[in-house]
């Protein structure tokens, strides 16, 4: 399984960013797709997570500035970042969640992480 994400790079205060993720190797749908971001010091958090029915969550911090999406294609997620600040520099991760039907075994859950991109946003 690899999650390859990309879209990161080096933006003003005000500017904007789109992070993409797709995923291949899994066999199921997932139930939970997002992003989780880590600064230099600090716990990985979530940023922004859809569920399979369409509803999102998100931190605090970026409620109303970033929208997280899927993709058309299964095991797809975006994230459109605006009005970036310099606190929201970090490294973006993305995250996808669910179920994969194992033989003689049945249902195992699965947690799988991308690679990371750095997201750097200048004053």
Request: glycine share 14%.
């Amino acid at each position: 399984v690899q999650l390859q994400a990309s879209g990161g790079g080096l933006v003003q205060a005000g500017g904007s960013l789109r992070l993409s993720c797709a995923a291949s190797g899994i066999t199921s749908r997932s139930t939970e797709r997002g992003w989780y971001r880590q600064a230099p010091g600090k716990q990985r958090e979530l940023v922004a997570q859809i569920r399979r029915g369409g509803t999102t969550t998100y931190a605090d911090s970026v409620r109303g500035r970033f929208t997280v999406s899927r993709g058309d294609a299964e095991n797809t997620v975006y994230l459109q970042m605006s009005s970036l600040k310099p606190d929201d520099t970090a490294v973006y991760y993305c995250n996808m969640k669910g179920w994969e039907d194992r033989p003689i075994v049945g249902p195992v859950p699965y947690n799988y992480w991308g690679q990371g991109t750095q997201v750097t946003v200048s004053s």
